[in-house]
């Protein structure tokens, strides 16, 4: 999936959740944070393009293990010995980003090391994605405009 689809996805789940958890906004930033992290294994992704992922870039392949429940469990788990909540949003974005790249034909190792793919119809940037995304953009828009209206009025 393209970027523009893990963050207007993250950002629906991060809604759905937060009407039933009561949660710091602060949580939100790591939500995003993970969405984007996952695919830091890509040269030319927009959060791992820079220069010092290089080093993890040649360690690593794209969707392979960074693309697997263990590595969002373990990162999520670090960041959450730091702070529950951090953890937590982390691995809702980390976990938001893995089942969109379920939905799509090359598929995610969900339970690296297996080789097992968890595989779908959709074609990354193709009409089904399109649509994806301008149904979750609506529905994210639909959900600020109403908490703000909701502030003002």
């Known amino acids: 999936m393209l970027f523009r689809t893990h963050i207007v996805f993250s950002l629906a789940v991060y809604f759905v959740l937060s009407y039933f958890i009561k949660m710091p906004v602060f949580v939100l930033f790591f939500v995003l944070l993970a969405t984007v992290f996952v695919d830091v294994d890509i040269k ?3 959060f ?3 220069w010092f992922f290089r080093p ?3 360690l690593t392949k ?3 293990v960074l693309h697997s429940l263990i590595a969002g469990l ?3 788990l670090i ?3 730091v702070s529950l909540w951090a953890g937590f949003g982390f691995f809702i974005g980390y976990i938001s980003h893995l089942f969109l790249d ?3 034909k090359s598929g995610v190792r969900l339970f690296w090391p297996l080789k097992f793919k968890v595989k779908g119809f959709v074609r990354s940037g193709d009409i089904a994605e399109q649509v994806v995304f301008v149904l979750l953009l609506l529905g994210d828009i639909f959900v600020v405009g109403k908490v703000v209206l909701g502030y003002l009025f």
Do not use: P, W
């Open 56 to 58: 993890l870039q040649f």
């Open 44 to 46: 030319n992704s927009r």
């Open 102 to 104: 379920c939905l799509t």
């Open 62 to 64: 794209h969707r392979g």
């Open 74 to 76: 373990f990162l999520s």
């Open 79 to 81: 960041i959450g010995s």
């Open 48 to 50: 791992g393009n820079h």
